[in-house]
């Protein structure tokens, strides 16, 4: 059952870090001229039709992670890691859990400027919230890999 689950929570992270990338992409670096590469076409997506779906996955992410993969990796992989004495991931996953936990807490904020119609005089504030969540995704991604790969493949 817990390997289902953290298969859907890397699914669901996946899922949020492109969309969240895409956004913040649109927001920090627009295109300005006809979109013709890639790399013009990724910033060239409409950042408001992300909102709404970066709030849900973000939140359903954070439960199943929270509600029911956190206490296995508590119990299984936390241990182990502290009796090889690897205290820098364990570290890491503890700035992780405050991270996702102050991104939870900008999420309002982040609805708030993204709700629609869009204020002109916001845009620097979405900008910022924007990209405060995008770091916050991308380094939770980035350290639940990490230590999946360290511990092994289902706690």
Do not use: C
Not at 9 to 27: D, P
Not at 75 to 89: A, G, K, N, T
Not at 100 to 120: H, K
């Amino acid at each position: 059952m817990i390997t289902a689950l953290l298969i859907i929570h890397a699914l669901l992270a996946v899922t949020l870090l492109g969309a969240i990338t895409h956004q913040a992409l649109s927001v920090l670096a627009p295109v300005r001229a006809r979109a013709g590469s890639f790399i013009a076409r990724f910033r060239a997506v409409p950042g408001t039709s992300y909102a709404n779906a970066v709030i849900v996955i973000y939140i359903i992410t954070a439960i199943i992670g929270g509600v029911f993969i956190y206490p296995a990796y508590r119990l299984s992989v936390r241990v182990v890691l502290e009796q090889m004495r690897r205290p820098v991931p364990v570290g890491m996953f503890d700035l992780k859990e405050h991270f996702v936990t102050v991104g939870l807490g900008i999420l309002p904020v982040y609805w708030y400027y993204w709700r629609q119609p869009l204020a002109p005089e916001d845009a620097p504030f979405r900008v910022g919230v924007t990209a405060i969540l995008g770091l916050i995704v991308w380094y939770g991604f980035i350290v639940g890999h990490i230590l999946n790969n360290m511990r092994g493949f289902g706690l």
